[in-house]
Nanobody, 118 residues
Framework: QVQLVESGGGLVQPGGSLRLSCTVS????????MAWYRQAPGKEREWVAG???????NYADSVKGRFTISRDNAKNTVYLQMNSLKPEDTAVYYC????????????WGQGTQVTVSS
């Protein structure tokens, strides 16, 4: 069974930094794209950043220049370095992976809370 386990969320003051990690465990043949999404209270889940298997990255305009997504293919792990955090970044952050077991499937983490507040 494939699982995505996230870590690194917490409470941080505006202007601070956090680093999220997400590791894919289980028997998986290959992982193509990986990404981070977030969902703030009362809002729909939104895409934050993505990275392909050949390490091409893309970002939502709201986080461009502040967040950096990276991945370690050997560890099946994706990271999200978040700098210059703002209160509007407060949300539950979810890890996503497109993985191949017998067929290609979408996999999601359980979510980790990020709160930006003074």
């Amino acid at each position: 069974q494939v699982q995505l386990v996230e870590s690194g969320g917490g409470l941080v003051q505006p202007g601070g930094s956090l680093r999220l990690s997400c590791t894919v465990s289980g028997i998986i043949v290959s992982i193509s794209s990986m990404a981070w999404y977030r969902q703030a209270p009362g809002k729909e889940r939104e895409w934050v950043a993505g990275v392909t298997s050949d390490i091409r990255t893309n970002y939502a305009d709201s986080v461009k220049g502040r967040f950096t997504i990276s991945r370690d293919n050997a560890k099946n792990t994706v990271y999200l370095q978040m700098n210059s955090l703002k209160p509007e970044d407060t949300a539950v952050y979810y890890c996503y992976a497109r993985g191949l077991v017998r067929v290609w499937n979408d996999y999601w983490g359980q979510g980790t809370q990020v709160t930006v507040s003074s």
